[in-house]
Every structure is written in structure tokens, then in C-alpha cells.
């Protein structure tokens, strides 16, 4: 079965007019009703770093949970906002963002690649302990504009490192929209075989034109994992290219379909999502 993990934290973060909190709430809500199986809501950083998050604890006091059956991801990128996000039993999984750029991790959580990985062991003992599940993005998956270092043996002792810290959940991240088809198709390929222990997703960023080659390129190898954020908002700056964003989760929704995917989706709720989203990013 196909799991839709819907990321309007991904969507707001770099957004630049503060969305008001009672508007955040509305729209969450919204999203809480359409059946996606996660929903990437918020994050426990810094308000100096990501001004647009400041408000994710009294976010989630307004979010109703009780009907709906999609669980709540929280981005973490240090052990203070691990511990913070913790506390909250409304909260299932704590995302990390772990680049295979040490350009980008520095710039990105403001540490070493070497200390992330430190952190990440802590994360990990901590969700073993509280009852939550981590989930490690993989950032600049498929390449980097840096200049660092890159190659599919590399993502693969990545790969192996989380597994060794018994991480189950394993996002790769097309970060700045660089990735070919043929690489989604290959290291997926390669990954998903040979550690039948992870559930691995894609977080892919796309061009309005290129997004289905490379969905379909990651579910041809057997990717069953896919985040999205409604009508395509957010994505990363470093992209270079305003049109590179989120994979919109309608196109997401479309192209399952379209293969005769069974999503239980409900198709009212979700309609008056992607009627409020614009409303949302102004």
C-alpha cells in the first residue's frame, strides 16, 4: 500500500509572510480530514532560525485529532527540540534531516556531518525511550551544487550507519531537483533490496514538467513512500530555479490513480483543502 505523507511544515517553512496561527490550524485541520497517512505539521527549531515555525507547540493545542487517523511528524535538528517534541503524545515520528553534503548539514542544522551522526544515536535512544518513531531524511540524496562529494555508494553507507543505530524509516531527498530518473530508479533499486528492514520514501522536489518521470521512476523500484505538499508550495532555496518545488500531492494523488492504486482518501476534505491552500501561502 502506497502511504501519502502530506508536508505542509515543508510548504510554510520558507514562506515569507508569517501565516497566522489560526490560519495554520484551519488549514491543518483541513488536511487531518483527507486520510493521508502522516502529516509533516511542524517543527521544534529555533524561532531565530525558521521564524515561520515559532508557534508549532500552540499549533498543535488547536489541532483536532479526534477523527482522523493520520499521524503527526515533527522536524527536529538538535537533542533541545528532540526532548521538546517528545513530550507530546499527539506526536508519532521525529524528523531529522541528515544531508550527505557537509556544506549543506552545516548550513542546514549548523553541525558536522560527524555530529549529526552523534546526535542522531541520542535521537534515536530518546524515541526508543518516549514511544516515538525516527525518521531520517536523507537530504541532497542525489547530488549537491557544492561540489562535495557524491556517489550511490556513498548513500548506501549512509544507509548502513542508520541501520546500524536501528533507524526503520529512511527518506531520500532530492533536495535541490537535480535528480535524473534513471538515478531515483537505481538507487531505490539498490537500497530497498538490500535492507528489507527500512520502509524507504522519496521527498522528491520537481519542476511542474519533470515530477512524474521521477515518481514513477521511484515506485517502478518499489518505493512506497512519498511526500507531497498540496498545489506544489515550499521547497529549497539553494534550488536555484523558483520553479523547483514539493511534488504537488494532488499530482501525487492523480498519478496513483491513474494505475489503479486504491487510496482511501476522502475526496470532500481534500477538495476543501486545495481550495483553502491559496488563501493559506498570500
Not at 15 to 36: E, M
Not at 42 to 60: C, H, N, R, Y
Not at 74 to 79: G, S
Not at 190 to 213: M, S
Request: proline fraction near 5%.
Amino acid at each position: 500500500m502506497v502511504k501519502i505523507i502530506e508536508c505542509p511544515r515543508d510548504a510554510m517553512q520558507g514562506w515569507p509572510a508569517f501565516i497566522p496561527t489560526s490560519v495554520k490550524i484551519h488549514y491543518l485541520n483541513n488536511l487531518l480530514q483527507v486520510g493521508f497517512d502522516t502529516l509533516d505539521f511542524g517543527s521544534f527549531v529555533s524561532a531565530k532560525a525558521i521564524p515561520q515555525m515559532q508557534d508549532t507547540e500552540a499549533v498543535l493545542a488547536g489541532l483536532d485529532l479526534a477523527n482522523t487517523a493520520t499521524e503527526l511528524l515533527a522536524i527536529v535538528a538538535n537533542l533541545r527540540g528532540a526532548e521538546r517534541a517528545a513530550n507530546f503524545p499527539e506526536i508519532t515520528y521525529l524528523g531529522f534531516p541528515l544531508s550527505l553534503s557537509e556544506t549543506f548539514q552545516q548550513r542546514n542544522t549548523n553541525q558536522s556531518i560527524a555530529a549529526a551522526f552523534d546526535l542522531l544515536a541520542q535521537l534515536q535512544e530518546l524515541c526508543t525511550r518516549t514511544g516515538k518513531t525516527l525518521v531520517v531524511y536523507l537530504s541532497m540524496g542525489f547530488g549537491n551544487p557544492y561540489g562535495d562529494r557524491w556517489h550511490p555508494d556513498l548513500v548506501f553507507d549512509f544507509v548502513q550507519r542508520l541501520v546500524e543505530l536501528e533507524v526503520k524509516i529512511i527518506s531520500l531527498a532530492d533536495t535541490v531537483g537535480i535528480a535524473a530518473p534513471e538515478d531515483i530508479n537505481a538507487l531505490f533499486s539498490r537500497l530497498i533490496p538490500g535492507f528489507t528492514g527500512v520502509k524507504f520514501g522519496a521527498h522528491l522536489h520537481a519542476r511542474p514538467d519533470n515530477w512524474t518521470e521521477k515518481i514513477s521512476a521511484a515506485y517502478e523500484a518499489g518505493c512506497r513512500r512519498f511526500d507531497g505538499a498540496l498545489k506544489g508550495f515550499g521547497g529549497c532555496p539553494m534550488a536555484n530555479d523558483q520553479l523547483v518545488g514539493n511534488v504537488a500531492t494532488e499530482n501525487l494523488i492523480r498519478y496513483f490513480q491513474n494505475i489503479n492504486l486504491p487510496l482511501k482518501l476522502n475526496k470532500i476534505a481534500l477538495e476543501a483543502a486545495l481550495a483553502q491552500a491559496p488563501a493559506v501561502f498570500v
